[in-house]
């Protein structure tokens, strides 16, 4: 397993750009997946104000107790109702989520996420994903045999479930045995199809997923085999998007891979990291010069390309006028 740390030098000039690591920052260009915003769900009267005193209540546990039953109900509309009540306790009471797991809901909602039923299946990925806030809930999750189902549900589940299943894997991938898992349960390329063609909630799921799982090495060749620099590049060459930062951290992690660097050389990816190292935020100006000096890195002819599209001026410009860290990572 490597590193997600960026380190290297590229000499042009007589002057020398290096160490340049992005550990100290990259966090916060992505915001966590801390609860499910797909809304809350249509119901009668009767059934609103049962919710509201299920989530309100300080006395759950008969509740959730019927609740986790009603999971194993022969009845789809009663499996739609406990997941429905279920997902709602844990989202608005976090000290719920240990109290439903423990109540034994994580087997039966791993069940109903393998449903045929759309609507089903999505209750159940968004009760499983706020469950999976529950740090202590992790690893039950991820035993139950969560992963495989959250990747089917990833691949051809409503757009509410494809966004929450990647949002599920991403909380399950924080513990870091189950990035391989996740990995090699097929959930890379259809991580790489919400990226480059959900709505913008699901790509920064996406992305988000994509930076936690590439932190190891046999997920960043299945993200580049899947096509991730294609939209990688695209999302970073719209400068007014709120996705340059994010995709250019996931392409920081991947340039250690010679793959990547050549991937990003088809894609036409260097005009669009010279470009944010001219004109973009002094944080997307030190990705892009990391991402450059990688590139650059023992490799003669895409240096000169590099070189050829004007990257010279403005790295040197940062070396000389950027923040602290700038001047701090890069060395001359």
């Given at each position: 397993m490597d590193s997600d740390s960026v380190k290297s030098s590229f000499t042009y000039m007589g002057r020398k750009f290096s160490d340049l690591s992005l550990n100290d920052s990259s966090?916060?260009?992505?915001s966590d997946c801390n609860s499910d915003r797909s809304g809350e769900f249509p119901t009668t009267s009767s059934q609103s104000r049962r919710l509201f005193l299920s989530c309100a209540s300080d006395n759950s546990d008969e509740l959730i107790s019927q609740l986790v039953s009603a999971l194993d109900s022969d009845s789809i509309d009663e499996q739609k109702q406990a997941a429905m009540e279920l997902r709602l306790m844990a989202k608005n009471k976090p000290e719920n989520r240990i109290k439903i797991a423990r109540a034994g809901a994580i087997k039966p909602l791993i069940s109903i996420i393998s449903s045929n039923d759309p609507q089903l299946q999505e209750y159940g990925v968004t009760a499983v994903l706020n469950l999976s806030l529950c740090d202590e809930n992790?690893?039950?999750?991820?035993?139950?045999?969560?992963?495989k189902p959250l990747v089917r549900a990833l691949k051809s589940g409503t757009s509410t479930?494809?966004?929450?299943?990647?949002?599920?894997?991403?909380?399950l991938s924080q513990i870091e045995e189950n990035k391989v898992a996740i990995g090699r349960s097929g959930a890379i390329p259809p991580l790489v199809n919400l990226l480059e063609s959900g709505n913008f909630r699901g790509m920064k799921d996406a992305c988000t997923a994509l930076y936690s799982l590439c932190t190891v090495r046999e997920n960043k060749m299945r993200a580049v085999q899947a096509g991730i620099l294609k939209p990688l590049v695209e999302l970073m060459s719209d400068l007014g998007s709120?996705?340059?930062?994010?995709?250019?951290?996931?392409?920081?992690?991947?340039?250690?891979?010679p793959e990547a660097r050549?991937?990003?050389?088809?894609?036409?990816?260097?005009?669009v990291v010279v470009e944010i190292v001219e004109v973009g935020t002094q944080r997307q100006k030190e990705i892009a010069a990391a991402i450059l000096l990688q590139l650059c890195e023992?490799?003669?002819?895409?240096?000169?390309?590099?070189?050829?599209?004007?990257?010279?001026p403005p790295l040197v410009a940062l070396s000389q006028t950027g923040t602290t860290r700038a001047k701090q990572k890069v060395n001359y």
């Open positions: 966090s916060s260009a992505f992790k690893e039950e999750i991820a035993y139950s045999g969560a992963i479930a494809r966004e929450n299943a990647a949002c599920a894997l991403l909380r709120n996705m340059v930062d994010k995709s250019a951290f996931v392409l920081s992690l991947l340039m250690s891979v050549a991937a990003l050389v088809d894609e036409g990816g260097i005009p023992d490799c003669l002819a895409y240096r000169t390309k590099v070189a050829r599209e004007g990257a010279i």
